[in-house]
């Protein structure tokens, strides 16, 4: 059976970090296949990846997922590995990056301290772990090393928390979110997974009153962008399943000076 291992990074390829990754994963599981989700993560930018990770890893095959956003790297902050329920690896640092999309693939069923130095570069460097560390454990998990063989097991509320929580709905149907991710297209992302949103019960059609800091207005809570002329903004689940404010071929956060961490209310009528 074909293994798979994807990767996520804020490497970019200007240089020959992504290239170097994906060597010292093919000389020890020469027959994996990789694929590359994003390398272009804003530096340093965890909030941006987890994003992305929760959004995209439930469309991948079962396999093992390497993600480094990693501006710890070479500190305290321990290198992991999770197991979910679906059966997949995360492997990555212990910085909140894993957490969502682990929630996505139906939770963590164990978690692993990457301790154990035989699966490991020989040397390792202190800035580049990604290297020496992530990149050799996702080829031997993929090679069937029991994770047990990689390293200790840890408390699974020990690890560090994502870097935003589910949206919280009061019981007269206000919803207090946050805005978590700013697309290219400038399509906000709001806390609320489409998931739990479709247990509203909300049809299309409604209006949506959002408010926030610098501003309110009344959306259309639509299917697609299309539903809308263009120019116009809407409220919608886009194809990351989130709820999120668009202006359909326009960018939102600009529309609307939104940014990421706005606090944002929404009821819908």
């Given at each position: 059976m074909k293994v798979f291992i994807t990767m996520t990074s804020d490497f970019g390829f200007e240089d020959g970090w992504v290239g170097v990754c994906k060597g010292v994963i093919l000389n020890i599981a020469p027959n994996v296949q990789i694929i590359d989700i994003s390398h272009n993560i804003p530096s340093f930018s965890i909030k941006k990846a987890s994003f992305i990770l929760s959004s995209s890893l439930s469309f991948m095959p079962l396999g093992i997922h390497l993600a480094i956003v990693d501006p710890g790297v070479g500190t305290l902050r321990r290198p992991i590995v999770l197991q979910v329920e679906r059966g997949d690896y995360l492997v990555g640092p212990d910085n909140g990056l894993l957490i969502p999309v682990?929630?996505?693939l139906g939770g963590i069923t164990k978690a692993i301290e990457i301790k154990n130095d035989g699966h490991m570069s020989k040397f390792i460097c202190s800035t580049f772990q990604a290297r020496d560390i992530f990149a050799p454990v996702a080829g031997y998990l993929a090679n069937d090393v029991k994770l047990d063989d990689i390293g200790v097991e840890i408390p699974k509320d020990s690890l560090v928390s994502a870097l935003?929580?589910?949206?919280?709905v009061s019981k007269?149907?206000?919803?207090?979110?946050?805005?978590?991710?700013?697309d290219k297209f400038g399509t906000v992302h709001l806390n609320l997974s489409g998931d739990k949103l479709s247990?509203?019960?909300?049809?299309?059609?409604?209006?949506?009153?959002?408010s926030w800091e610098r501003g309110?207005?009344?959306?259309?809570?639509?299917h697609t962008f299309g539903d809308v002329v263009v120019g116009d903004p809407l409220a919608l689940v886009d194809s990351t399943n989130y709820l999120?404010?668009?202006?359909?071929q326009g960018n939102a956060a600009r529309f609307f000076n939104l940014k990421d961490g706005d606090k944002v209310a929404i009821?819908?009528?």
């Amino acid at each position: 059976m074909k293994v798979f291992i994807t990767m996520t990074s804020d490497f970019g390829f200007e240089d020959g970090w992504v290239g170097v990754c994906k060597g010292v994963i093919l000389n020890i599981a020469p027959n994996v296949q990789i694929i590359d989700i994003s390398h272009n993560i804003p530096s340093f930018s965890i909030k941006k990846a987890s994003f992305i990770l929760s959004s995209s890893l439930s469309f991948m095959p079962l396999g093992i997922h390497l993600a480094i956003v990693d501006p710890g790297v070479g500190t305290l902050r321990r290198p992991i590995v999770l197991q979910v329920e679906r059966g997949d690896y995360l492997v990555g640092p212990d910085n909140g990056l894993l957490i969502p999309v682990a929630e996505k693939l139906g939770g963590i069923t164990k978690a692993i301290e990457i301790k154990n130095d035989g699966h490991m570069s020989k040397f390792i460097c202190s800035t580049f772990q990604a290297r020496d560390i992530f990149a050799p454990v996702a080829g031997y998990l993929a090679n069937d090393v029991k994770l047990d063989d990689i390293g200790v097991e840890i408390p699974k509320d020990s690890l560090v928390s994502a870097l935003w929580k589910e949206a919280a709905v009061s019981k007269k149907g206000k919803i207090e979110c946050e805005v978590i991710d700013i697309d290219k297209f400038g399509t906000v992302h709001l806390n609320l997974s489409g998931d739990k949103l479709s247990k509203m019960n909300i049809p299309y059609g409604k209006d949506a009153e959002v408010s926030w800091e610098r501003g309110s207005v009344k959306l259309p809570f639509c299917h697609t962008f299309g539903d809308v002329v263009v120019g116009d903004p809407l409220a919608l689940v886009d194809s990351t399943n989130y709820l999120s404010i668009a202006v359909n071929q326009g960018n939102a956060a600009r529309f609307f000076n939104l940014k990421d961490g706005d606090k944002v209310a929404i009821k819908i009528f």
